[in-house]
């Protein structure tokens, strides 16, 4: 199954435990989960939502908790059935408690925030190599063309595995990741305004990856035993774009290195120079020979220069928000 099949699968996650109940009789429960999480990979924290189906086989109290400390956990806008539901949320993580009768289906939801490993992107002299630093494989990764309605696929990448990432052509680009992305909750619940935050960024490239059979977040379901189907969806966004630094003298070299080894994705032209950085646990050096200029870039995406004149005569050049 590709990345175009997401919005098949999220439609699965309603009809799952319909198919339950008209082929096992209620003889099994379900969980079924689909998370989305956004890597923000300058601050070392992911950001994730986690949507949640239950199928239950017998009229029982159910619970659902989350395991991470901020986590809020509640019903969607179409939560199924639920009778008197509560939420509790505030210190600790959020917990969702409701009613359920035999053969009957509820919907949650779950955001949270936590600490998380990354994924790694480097230049390299034809383009960008990403590494899989998550702790865990996906099983396919595409990476979504800005202003182009498709995405380069780059394949499962395992864990600790690397791939190459080349220079990013439009006419390359196959299908659209956002479209297999937005409809995850218009699949799954059918509300009239599911989602108020976009699932893709539009003007810049995003790395997307799915892992299935794979859960983040910790949710623990209280009052049933179910068999569990996840799906995670990884998405980060990448600035794959050259960054630039132009000076009113003309360098005669420029280099670049990412964790103390030179990297061959730099080039001096007049008076600017371009150079592609990292993401994720890379942090890369730019050095300008002639002007005497040599700045740090941290690992953080989308960062800048902006460069003007200072107050003696000189360059200078500092970093600024994308």
């Known amino acids: 199954m590709d990345v175009g099949d997401v919005p098949l699968l999220i439609a699965l996650f309603g009809g799952a435990s319909l198919a339950m109940t008209s082929y096992t009789k209620g003889s099994q429960a379900m969980l079924v989960r689909v998370e989305v999480i956004d890597l923000l990979p300058d601050v070392g924290l992911a950001r994730g939502a986690t949507w949640l189906g239950v199928f239950s086989t017998r009229k029982t109290t159910l619970s659902l908790q989350s395991g991470e400390p901020d986590a809020v956990l509640a019903p969607l806008v179409e939560p199924g059935f639920q009778s008197d539901p509560a939420v509790v949320a505030g210190a600790g993580p959020g917990l969702l408690s409701y009613g359920a009768e035999t053969w009957t289906l509820a919907y949650a939801r779950s955001d949270w925030t936590a600490p998380s ?3 790694e992107l480097r230049p390299t002299a034809d383009g960008w190599a990403l590494t899989n630093r998550l702790g865990y494989p996906l099983d396919e990764v595409v990476v979504q063309v800005p202003d182009a309605a498709g995405v380069v696929r780059l394949g499962a990448l395992p864990d600790a595995a690397t791939v190459a990432v080349p220079v990013l052509d439009p006419s390359a680009a196959t299908q659209s990741a956002s479209a ?5 909750l218009d699949a799954f619940t059918g509300a009239a305004e599911p989602e108020s935050r976009a699932l893709l960024p539009q003007r810049e490239a995003v790395i997307v990856a799915r892992a299935d059979d794979r859960a983040v977040e910790p949710v623990v379901l209280s009052g049933l035993s179910p068999v569990a189907e996840p799906t995670t969806i990884v998405r980060m966004p990448a600035p794959l774009e050259p960054s630039s630094a132009r000076f009113d003298d003309a360098p005669t070299a420029a280099t670049l290195a990412c964790d103390g080894e030179p990297v061959d994705a730099v ?9 592609r950085g990292a993401v994720g646990t890379a942090a890369c050096t730019v050095h300008v020979e002639g002007v005497g ?4 870039l941290p690992a953080a995406a989308g960062l800048h220069l902006g460069c003007g004149d200072d107050d003696e005569g000189g360059v200078i050049c500092e970093p600024e928000g994308r």
């Open 293 to 296: 200029f040599s700045v740090d």
């Open 180 to 184: 297999a992305l937005q409809p995850v």
């Open 117 to 119: 490993r990354t994924l």
């Open 267 to 275: 080039a001096v032209r007049g008076s600017e120079v371009t150079w």
